[in-house]
């Protein structure tokens, strides 16, 4: 039997690039939920710290927050499967393990093939893992990324951003 020691709790979660006017800023909704969908991460968190950020008044503001799809984004997602063999725990404050599951979890990290010109892919996948705390399944082979055709930046939505925003970004 193997026993995984599970430092940082990994995340499943949303992420976006989000262009401020001057350069890719990565943003990180993190959930511990099974799945959530970009809208409400757009809605409830991206979108308002971006209109913030850009200056935009209260109309432009909810007019961004209708466009969820006008960046790069992707997804962390927890899958699970039976495996007798693992037991992962935590440890709390007081010292005591506290027995997560006897599951072997994988996770795919879900973009669409769409990251954003001028950065390193390499380098922004390691951000990534850090992000979503997934560096012990990334070496024990338990975490991968997949390009899916429905994370891809819609066309209608970048056009939208840029009008809205008057900012060129640079695809």
Not at 27 to 49: L, N, R
Not at 95 to 118: C, I, K, M, Q, V
């Amino acid at each position: 039997m193997k026993i995984v020691k599970v430092g940082s709790r990994p995340s499943s979660g949303i992420w976006y690039y989000v262009w401020d006017g001057g350069a890719w800023e990565l943003m990180v909704w993190k959930t511990h939920e099974a799945f959530s969908g970009h809208p409400e991460a757009w809605e409830a968190a991206i979108a308002p710290e971006l209109a913030k950020k850009l200056g935009l008044d209260a109309r432009k503001a909810r007019e961004l927050a209708e466009i969820p799809y006008c960046m790069p984004r992707g997804r962390a997602v927890m899958w699970c499967s039976l495996d007798r063999d693992v037991i992962l725990f935590n440890i709390d404050a007081a010292g005591t393990p506290e027995l997560l599951a006897n599951y072997d979890y994988d996770w795919r990290l879900y973009h669409g093939g769409d990251f954003p010109s001028g950065l390193n892919r390499e380098a922004e996948e390691r951000r990534l893992v850090s992000a979503f705390d997934l560096t012990g399944p990334l070496i024990r082979g338990k975490a991968k990324f997949e390009v899916v055709p429905h994370e891809a930046m819609l066309p209608a939505h970048r056009a939208k951003f840029e009008e809205l925003t008057g900012l060129k970004v640079p695809w």
